[in-house]
């Protein structure tokens, strides 16, 4: 079932089928699994689809049996892969968010499409989805045991109770290389009475520049970042956290970050990332 539905995959995505994916048990190196991973969900991503091999609610991963086979090489030996739950796509608008919330998805979501000669078409920003895990795959870490691996969530995507913690969009515009994160801070959040915690705040611009530095170079880690507090925000509270491509340099990327106020007058936060490229074997010691 994996075998065929990721076979669906790279057939939408003009990704060329690999011959050891063929047949309902496949065995396939680590490195070229992820690989070929980041490349089916950019593909995804450039036909404006969205992943649905990304674990929903349901631990449903049944990947890490690692065993060696041949020098230096370690193979992934997957059972059938379920995908009768439809992940959720926490980037969409749900109850909890406040009308500011929704007003400014509301713009940045009208630029993901623009009006030419009466026909609708592709604008410059994209509303990029957001999942609860990571490739599925990516995680068969030797390392992790089964119940980990199943267990596993994203660090802000871990509470189901919409609103709670971290209820955030991002909007990517590849062409001037930035993006802009909608980010409404939950109760759960609290650091100072009534105000978001730093690392609350730290952690969503770990993610808002990790994910325009992967969009941009591929798999990254983060390296350093680099943060001063300028003004509290308020728990409840929606502000925008808009990063842009400073440079790179070889296997650097450093992006910029501001968090402000939704209406942009008050700036909360100034920071800069560094990411550095990685090999994915790097995930997994090699
Ligand atoms: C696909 C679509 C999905 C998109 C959604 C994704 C959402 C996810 C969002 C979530 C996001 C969450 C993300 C997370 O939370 S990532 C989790 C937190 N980060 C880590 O755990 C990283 C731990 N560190 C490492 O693994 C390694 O140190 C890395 C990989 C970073 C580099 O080790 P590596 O052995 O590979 O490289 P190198 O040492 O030869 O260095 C290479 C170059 O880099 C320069 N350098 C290195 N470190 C620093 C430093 N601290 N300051 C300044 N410079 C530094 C270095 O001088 C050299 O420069 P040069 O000499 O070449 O000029």
């Avoid at 631990?59 to 890490?64: A, C, D, G, L, Y």
């Avoid at 509301?106 to 490739?135: F, I, M």
Wanted: proline share 6%; glycine share 10%.
């Amino acid at each position: 079932m994996y075998a065929s539905h990721l076979a669906n995959l790279h057939r939408q995505t003009n990704i060329q089928e690999p011959r050891h994916l063929e047949g309902s048990i496949a065995k396939v190196p680590v490195g070229m699994m992820i690989r070929q991973g980041f490349q089916v969900v950019r593909g995804l991503h450039r036909h404006g689809m969205k992943w649905s091999g990304l674990a929903g609610r349901q631990p449903i991963n049944r990947v890490p049996v690692s065993q060696s086979m041949g020098v230096g090489v370690r193979v992934l030996t997957m059972s059938s892969w379920p995908f009768s739950s439809p992940p959720r796509d926490y980037s969409l608008p749900n109850d909890s968010w406040s009308p500011e919330m929704r007003n400014l998805y509301d713009h940045y979501n009208a630029l993901c499409e623009v009006e030419e000669e009466g026909q609708k078409k592709r604008g410059p920003w994209r509303r990029l989805p957001s999942y609860n895990r990571t490739l599925k795959y990516a995680t068969g870490g030797q390392c992790l045991s089964k119940v980990l691996q199943a267990k596993a969530r994203l660090f802000t995507r871990n509470t189901e109770e919409p609103g709670a913690s971290f209820e955030y969009v991002v909007f990517l515009n590849k062409q001037e290389k930035s993006c802009v994160c909608i980010f409404q801070a939950g109760h759960l959040l609290e650091g100072p009475p009534g105000h978001v915690h730093g690392g609350a705040i730290a952690t969503i611009i770990d993610s808002v520049t990790g994910t325009i530095a992967t969009y941009l170079a591929g798999p990254v880690m983060t390296a350093n970042l680099n943060i001063n507090y300028r003004s509290p925000i308020s728990l409840g509270s929606v502000v925008l956290v808009r990063s842009a491509l400073e440079k790179t340099e070889g296997r650097k990327t450093l992006i910029s970050c501001q968090v402000t106020s939704a209406d942009g007058a008050r700036l909360h936060t100034e920071a800069t990332g560094l990411f550095v490229a990685i090999n994915v074997g790097h995930l997994f010691g090699t």
